[in-house]
């Protein structure tokens, strides 16, 4: 394995230091840099006017294999993942067959292994097929080499909250966590965008705030009667966030992630009747864009989570109708939280780490990840130019969906380097070598 010397680097935006990586962790920090070791190679990289950042940690990313091969792969998503700076991602469930067994999840956590550009942890389903009938096999997919803790029937809500009880209470007993679609069926039936002003003008069935606000609400209470952890995934509702912030003040055990995408898109992209814009939940309005961001400021909102949902172009080119919901996400995130979070000054480049990085290691638990940039530490982080401009281009990505709505659009910040477990798997915004031949962590 090759040693990394990192010359010049800004430590999360603030102080200049060099790094030495060695044998996948940070074995200096500071002027002080260790001696070259013999026998084994070094690259030294000038890092001058580069930030390096813990690598960030996707807690909702959708791979779509096993059995949706056309859309992604591990690999293509993998790849993805590395370019857009994240050393985790954590593959959704709704893959088919639907990652509901200790099998399926054992065989996607195997597959990231095997690519090696990120690490992959699969999520569980809560029930058996999302079907919202009977809970899945919870116990087993924590047990499995998958070591779930993360379950989430994402796509669809977990409606019945029975369900949604017996599931909060099962995962607390390996430390597991329920990461909720918030979204009552019953008031969303036939949606197609945000119930309001512009959904009457269009003509087109509204899914309003309310259906994703009733659900968050009952289950915070649900997360306090027993006492177990709740993740309410995509928050995209003024509302929700209120509800959020008094669930957290009365000490709930609740956290939330926003998309890069609710950050900066409102419902008005949708008189263009562009299927690229149709995602779940949908985009909403200007007021609730501004609260989310000042709720990932603030701390209400913990995280951010791409929901990079990739699609094949015949279900996102079409009538509006008909179009798949969703949009690509792993390798614009950096660059669209650094444009509405970090160039507006809502935040500074440490706290970007902890929304990215930290904090989604801490609630899924992974000890090895969203770590200080320290000595001893393991060498999962990334290198960034916060100078760079670039013009999102689809067709360069290496995920395979080009439904990215953000398309066209120029947006600030460039991932530089990635370094998984001190393996440089991206290089100059490149993909390098993977890291292979890794055992399970
Ligand atoms: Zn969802």
């Known amino acids: ?27 200096t920090l500071g002027a002080d840099t260790a001696a070259p070791r013999e026998g084994v190679p070094l690259e030294t990289i000038d890092a001058t006017g580069l930030i390096a950042l813990p690598g960030m940690v996707d807690l909702h990313t959708h791979l779509r294999e096993p059995g949706r091969e056309d859309a992604e792969t591990v690999e293509t998503g993998s790849r993805a993942a590395a370019l857009g700076g994240f050393t985790a991602v954590h593959a959704m469930a709704n893959s088919s067959p639907v990652a509901d067994t200790a099998g399926v999840v054992e065989q996607v956590h195997r597959l990231g292994l095997e690519s090696g550009w990120t690490e992959v942890h699969p999520v569980g389903a809560v029930t058996v097929g999302l079907a919202g009938e009977n809970l899945a096999e919870l116990g087993a997919m924590a047990e499995s080499s998958a070591q779930v803790r993360m379950f989430s029937d994402d796509g669809i809500c977990v409606h019945n909250p029975v369900l949604m009880r017996r599931a909060l209470e099962y995962v607390k007993s390996f430390d597991g966590f329920v990461a909720q679609h918030a979204q009552e069926p019953l008031l969303t039936e036939g949606a197609q965008m945000n119930e309001g002003c512009v959904s009457s003008v269009l003509g087109l069935p509204g899914w309003p705030a309310v259906a994703e606000e009733a659900i968050i609400s009952r289950d915070v209470l649900l997360a306090q009667h027993v006492e177990s952890r709740l993740h309410v995934c995509h928050v995209s509702t003024k509302g929700s966030v209120e509800i959020i912030r008094w669930a957290k003040e009365r000490g709930i055990d609740v956290t939330a992630e926003v998309t890069p995408h609710h950050l900066i898109l409102t419902e008005e992209m949708v008189r263009s009747f562009n299927p690229v814009y149709k995602v779940n939940p949908p985009l909403r309005t200007a007021e609730d864009v501004q609260a989310l961001r000042e709720a990932l400021a603030d701390g209400t909102i913990d995280v951010v989570g791409t929901d990079h949902a990739p699609h094949p172009t015949q279900l996102k080119e079409c009538e509006w109708h008909q179009a798949a919901m969703g949009m690509t996400g792993l390798e614009t995130a950096l660059s669209v939280v650094q444009h509405t979070m970090v160039e507006t000054g809502m935040m500074d480049w440490r706290r970007f780490a902890e929304v990215t990085s930290v904090r989604p290691a801490e609630i899924a638990r992974h000890g090895h990840q969203g770590r200080p940039l320290a000595v001893g530490e393991p060498a999962n982080l990334i290198l960034v130019d916060p100078q760079a401009r670039r013009t999102v281009r689809p067709e360069e990505h290496a995920t395979k969906g080009r ?10 910040g460039r991932v530089h380097s990635t370094f998984l477990a001190g393996h440089r798997v991206v290089a100059d915004g490149a993909l390098q070598t993977s890291l292979t031949g890794r055992e399970a962590d």
């Open 1 to 27: 394995m090759t040693d990394h010397l990192i010359l010049g680097a800004k430590i999360l935006g603030e102080t200049t230091a060099d790094l030495v990586l060695r044998d996948g962790k940070i074995a």
């Open 403 to 412: 439904n990215s709505p953000f398309s066209g659009m120029e947006l600030p």
